[in-house]
């Protein structure tokens, strides 16, 4: 089966830029779609297609996705953004919903 | 505006069944998929399966296969999940979320709130 590899935490400074990877096998290959979880909150769509942005979602939530890499990037990070992240690719051998472990972006 | 509204919580012992539910509103419910997710306490997302509401087919995860069973009422715009012999690790938020079922590699772009299923002695 697929599998994708987040760091477990990612910290960073107000105003700064963090950085997010999602890795698999060939993942260039395939859509990739970010979201974010608040404690005690449903899961929240935030970029879908590798780099598109669902309408409500700031311009600072950005993505790309090449080779082994999938990468969501939050530009001039702010308090809110605190959160977990998933990235979640569908495989297609099994057609079956595949999510990273999920990362804790943690704003200093 | 779309929305999908799941059942309350649950309180199940070991061995017993559950059957989560989730209608939606705001859209053709035929016209999209609903996919279960479930969170165990402090963990991250795994997917459950799908079904598709157009008509009816469904693709279990496999650690799944044999105890889950996902349905829809179209009549009512509801999907459910039932899951059966259920263990002390089916502790968990359940949520449903809604994909394009007409095409491959869609997102799930809208999410119930979450039920939450413990299994307890």
């Known amino acids: 089966s697929y599998v994708l590899t987040q760091p477990p935490s990612v910290s960073v400074a107000p105003g700064k830029t963090a950085r997010i990877t999602c890795g698999g096998n060939?993942?260039?290959?395939?859509?990739v779609h970010w979201y974010q979880q608040k404690p005690g909150q449903a899961p929240v769509l935030v970029i879908y297609y590798d780099s598109d942005r669902p309408s409500g979602i700031p311009e600072r939530f950005s993505g790309s996705n090449s080779g082994n890499t999938a990468t969501l990037t939050i530009s001039r990070v702010e308090a809110g953004d605190e959160a977990d992240y998933y990235c979640q690719v569908w495989d297609s051998s099994s057609d079956s919903g595949v999510f990273g472990g999920g990362t804790k972006l943690t704003v200093l | 505006q779309v929305q999908l509204v799941q059942s309350g919580a649950e309180v199940k012992k070991p061995g017993a069944s559950v059957k989560v539910s989730c209608k939606a509103s705001?859209?053709?419910?035929?016209?999209?998929?609903i996919s279960w997710v479930r969170q165990a306490p402090g963990q991250g997302l795994e997917w459950m399966g799908w079904i598709s509401a157009y008509n009816g087919n469904t693709n279990y995860a496999q650690k799944l296969q044999g105890r889950v069973t996902m349905t829809t009422d179209t009549s009512t715009s509801t999907a459910y999940m039932e899951l059966r012999s259920l263990r002390s690790d089916d502790t968990a938020v359940y949520y449903c979320?809604?994909?394009?079922?007409?095409?491959?590699?869609?997102?799930?772009?809208?999410w119930g709130q979450g039920t939450l299923v413990t299994v307890s002695s």
């Open positions: 060939n993942i260039g290959s395939k859509s």
């Open positions: 979320a809604r994909w394009d079922s007409s095409s491959s590699g869609t997102p799930f772009d809208y």
């Open positions: 705001g859209y053709t419910f035929t016209s999209y998929g």
